[in-house]
C-alpha cells in the first residue's frame, strides 16, 4: 500500500515563529488532507489539498503532487497550536481510505 | 455546517464485553470509514462501507469487529468481546462520493 512519512518528528518553537511540517508520500493521491489533533484527541481537519495551494489564516499548504509531497505552514506560532499534525492520503478514485502518517509533534512555547 | 458526530464520547468496559459505538455520519453521504488510533500511535483504517455492505478491511478487522447502518442514519461498529488492545480512540468518517473525508470527534474507548 501507499507509504506516507511525516518530518519532523518533533518540533519545538517558541511562540510567534513560522514552521514548515512536510509529508511524502510513495504513488499518486486523490485525496490528501491536513490534520490537527487537539488535546482532546479530536482529528480537526486542515487542509483538503490533493494538489496546489490553500491558506486559511495563519495556516497554508501546498501539495506538489507530481513530485509526491505535501507542506503545512504554520506563521507567527501560538500556544494553541501546538499538538501533533497528521498528513493522510488516499489514491485513486479518492473515496478509498485515508493512510496516515506518524504525526509531527508541534509544540510552542510561550 | 454538516458534522459527524459519535456517541458515547468515553465509554469503559471490561474485558470479554461487547460494544457497539454509534456514528451519525454526513445525512447525504455515500462511504462511511471506522479508524482506530492506540495511544500514542498513528490512525489506522479498520473498515469502509459502501451501498450497505462493506468495501474493504484490515486485518485489524477480525471476526471480532462488525459493523452496521441499522437505519438511514447511524453507522455502527460493535465489537463481540472486547480485548485490552482494543482499548483506543475510535474514529468514524464519511465522504458524498470523492473528495474530503468528514471525520467524528472520535469514541474513547477503555477496556479494563
Known amino acids: 500500500g501507499i507509504q506516507v512519512e511525516q518530518s519532523p518528528p518533533d518540533l519545538i518553537l517558541q511562540e510567534g515563529a513560522n514552521s514548515t511540517l512536510r509529508c511524502n508520500f510513495s504513488?499518486?493521491?486523490?485525496?490528501l488532507q491536513w490534520f490537527h489533533q487537539n488535546p482532546w484527541g479530536q482529528l480537526i481537519n486542515l487542509f483538503y489539498?490533493?494538489?496546489g495551494t490553500k491558506q486559511n489564516g495563519r495556516l497554508s499548504a501546498t501539495t506538489v503532487a507530481t513530485e509526491r509531497y505535501s507542506l503545512l505552514y504554520i506563521s507567527s506560532s501560538q500556544t494553541t497550536d501546538s499538538g501533533v499534525y497528521f498528513c493522510?492520503?488516499?489514491?485513486?478514485?479518492?473515496?478509498?481510505?485515508?493512510?496516515f502518517g506518524t504525526g509531527t509533534r508541534l509544540t510552542i512555547i510561550p | 455546517e454538516p458534522e459527524v458526530t459519535q456517541t458515547p464520547s468515553h465509554q469503559v468496559t471490561q474485558m470479554g464485553q461487547e460494544v457497539i459505538l454509534r456514528c451519525v455520519p454526513i445525512s447525504n453521504h455515500l462511504y462511511f470509514y471506522w479508524y482506530r488510533q492506540i495511544l500514542g500511535q498513528k490512525v489506522e483504517f479498520l473498515v469502509s462501507f459502501y451501498n450497505n455492505e462493506i468495501s474493504e478491511k484490515s486485518e485489524i478487522f477480525d471476526d471480532q469487529f462488525s459493523v452496521e447502518r441499522p437505519d438511514g442514519s447511524n453507522f455502527t461498529l460493535k465489537i463481540r468481546s472486547t480485548k485490552l488492545e482494543d482499548s483506543a480512540m475510535y474514529f468514524c468518517a464519511s465522504i458524498l462520493d470523492v473528495g474530503e473525508q468528514y471525520f467524528g470527534p472520535g469514541t474513547r474507548l477503555t477496556v479494563t
Open positions: 489539498i490533493p494538489s
Open positions: 493522510a492520503v488516499a489514491p485513486r478514485r479518492g473515496n478509498e481510505k485515508l493512510t
Open positions: 504513488d499518486s493521491v486523490n485525496n
